[in-house]
């Protein structure tokens, strides 16, 4: 019973995470159109700490790690941390464990990140050099 | 004394990088407590601010799940509005 529950978790993680890494290995954002833009994008104008990511992936997922970059760097340097975070999170799902990443307690890290999040935030809207650098390549 | 109870950042992280922030600060916010109230011996009190921080998680992903819905029918009208607009 344990074990039947175990599979069924391992396969929607699978077929969601495959799901995930096709349509963005497959499709280009910057050149189909039925990738959804940013919401607050498409709204004020400015870039949010998010804008760029789905391009910044499509880029990741065919090694181009500098052109990721200059999408958007906060994602892809979360990236690593993100992955790790999620990892530890889904083998606790699946098997039930209690593992703990214990960066994320770390009020260092936690005021750091978001702190770093909300200033990426505004600096990237300003247009000019360096910060231009920030805002997702066109 | 085991692990403290999960206090859930990872959501908050990902809320940030997929542009719903401002829904996480709270739950941020809980989250930082935990470590703290653990280190103190005060369990029942870790063990709150983390279900807080899960509470907060959670209505900050429905709130953007909510605002992605309309966005996206908006989207689907628009286009669908752009395609009857040919004929």
């Given at each position: 019973m344990q074990d039947i529950k175990r599979i069924w978790?391992?396969?929607?993680?699978i077929t969601l995470f495959g799901g995930f890494f096709l349509i963005y290995f497959i499709y280009n954002p910057s050149e189909n159109s039925f990738f959804i833009p940013c919401p607050f994008h498409f709204i004020t104008g400015f870039f949010c700490p998010g804008c760029g990511s789905q391009r910044a992936i499509h880029l990741l997922l065919h090694g181009d790690v500098v052109g990721a970059f200059r999408f958007n760097p906060l994602m892809v340097l979360t990236l690593p941390v993100l992955i790790y975070g999620l990892g530890i999170t889904i083998s606790n799902w699946i098997f039930e464990t209690n593992h703990r990443f214990m960066?994320?307690?770390s009020k260092l890290f936690i005021f750091g990140?978001?702190?770093s999040a909300i200033l990426y935030w505004v600096l990237r809207n300003l247009?000019?050099?360096?910060?231009?650098?920030?805002?997702p390549s066109s | 004394m085991g692990p403290p109870p999960d206090n859930n950042?990872?959501?908050a992280i990902l809320c940030t990088v997929l542009c719903c922030l401002p829904f996480g600060i709270v739950s941020i916010i809980k989250s930082t407590k935990v470590k703290e109230l653990w280190a103190q011996g005060d369990t029942v009190g870790a063990q709150k601010a983390a279900d807080e921080a899960k509470k907060w998680a959670i209505w900050g992903a429905v709130a953007a799940g909510i605002v992605w819905v309309l966005y996206v029918i908006f989207f689907v009208v628009?286009?669908?509005g752009g395609a009857f607009a040919g004929y």
């Open positions: 978790k391992i396969a929607l993680l960066l994320f307690y990140y978001f702190g247009s000019f050099y360096p910060f231009n650098l920030l805002a | 950042l990872v959501w628009i286009g669908l």
